[in-house]
């Protein structure tokens, strides 16, 4: 039987968000989205302002983060090709709690809320879609509080080089070869929850067990098999 890789795995049981609509709920969504390109670094949208619609990543890898005390960041999801960001807000009516940046240079489409409420009422496909993309979110933020919780420090550094992976074999379309992710120590060491040093003492470890290699801020996985184990992916 094949061995699939996290990354596959992922592939398999994902669903475009806006593929296989219905003509007309394509013109309501493309007569009023305009695509923006965002570089590395830029803000796409901060938290405590409200919504005047939905983004959807076309191309790119984004951050979605809180600042907290002294303005330290508070990075607990990375985004990637075809998620959609800023829903919860728009529907919910509420700010954002969040705010979101671009990690690499990012093609991202921006949807008025007028457009993006009336395609939700006129395509059950789509509302259909929100509302299993809804479930599944909640389903994950559980999830990452429970990995912080629980799991040793090797094996939150393991599980988020993986949800790493994923997101930059979506962006880079490179399931063949080995993938770099270039995220800085501080931002990767804010998604693993602990700090800077231990994830920088991690890292040293797993190059030394052959597991990856590194140049700079680059990493690529080598045996991903092997941070499988580590971290008890199932």
Known sequence: MKQIFPYERYLLQREPFFEGLSEETWQIL???KKVIEYKKGQIIFHENTYPTGVYFIESGIVKKYSLGQEGKEHIFYICSNQDLLGHHALLSQETFPDSAAAIEDSRIAFIPEQAF?????????LSDRMLKNLGHEFGACIHRTKILAQLTVRERVAIFLLILWEKYVLFLDAKDTPTSINLSRDDMANLAGTTKESLVRVLHDFKEEGI???????IKII????????SNYA
Do not use: H, M
């Not at 045996?223 to 580590?230: D, F, G, N, Q, T």
């Open 223 to 230: 045996e991903p098999l092997a941070l499988i184990k580590v």
């Open 30 to 32: 493309n007569d009023k």
């Open 117 to 125: 409420l009336e395609a939700l009422q006129q395509s059950k496909t």
């Open 212 to 218: 990856i290699t590194s140049k700079g801020r680059s």
